[in-house]
C-alpha cells in the first residue's frame, strides 16, 4: 500500500512560479512509476508528467512541455512537480499517483493522493 500526500498548491499570478510535491508513506516509493493529472471543475482529470522508478526517464503533456519539470528524490519518498510560466488555464486541482505502469493512461497508477488545488489569477 503507498498512501500519497501532496502539498504547496497555492494562488498564483498568470507568469509566476510553483513547485508542488508529493510525499510517500513506504519504503517501496522507489519501486514506483509517478504521475501528476490535475482536474479543473465541470472537466475531466487529465494526464500532465509521469516519471520512471529511477527518474531516468520522463514523459509530459504536450500542454505543459517547456513549463512543468517533474522529479523524484527517492532518498526522501518525493516526487516534485515544478510549474513556470504559468497560465489561468492550468487552475485545477493536481494530483499525484503511483503505479507499476507508465505513460499518460489512469489505469497505469494504483494510488493516487487527496490532491492540492493551484489557482492562477490573471
Known amino acids: 500500500q503507498v498512501q500519497l500526500v501532496e502539498s504547496g498548491g497555492g494562488l498564483m499570478q498568470a507568469g509566476g512560479s510553483l513547485r508542488v510535491s508529493c510525499a510517500a508513506s513506504?519504503?517501496?516509493?522507489?519501486?514506483?512509476?509517478m504521475g501528476w493529472f490535475r482536474q479543473a471543475p465541470g472537466k475531466e482529470r487529465e494526464f500532465v508528467a509521469a516519471?520512471?522508478?529511477?527518474?531516468?526517464?520522463?514523459y509530459y503533456a504536450d500542454f505543459v512541455k517547456g513549463r512543468f519539470t517533474i522529479s523524484r528524490d527517492n532518498a526522501k519518498n518525493t516526487v516534485y512537480l515544478q510549474m513556470n510560466s504559468l497560465k489561468p488555464e492550468d487552475t485545477a486541482v493536481y494530483y499525484c499517483?503511483?503505479?507499476?505502469?507508465?505513460?499518460?493512461?489512469?489505469?497505469?497508477?494504483?494510488?493516487w493522493g487527496q490532491g492540492t488545488q493551484v489557482t492562477v489569477s490573471s
Open positions: 513506504t519504503r517501496t516509493f522507489s519501486g514506483n512509476n
Open positions: 516519471i520512471t522508478r529511477s527518474g531516468g526517464s520522463t
Open positions: 499517483a503511483a503505479g507499476t505502469g507508465f505513460g499518460s493512461s489512469t489505469y497505469n497508477y494504483q494510488y
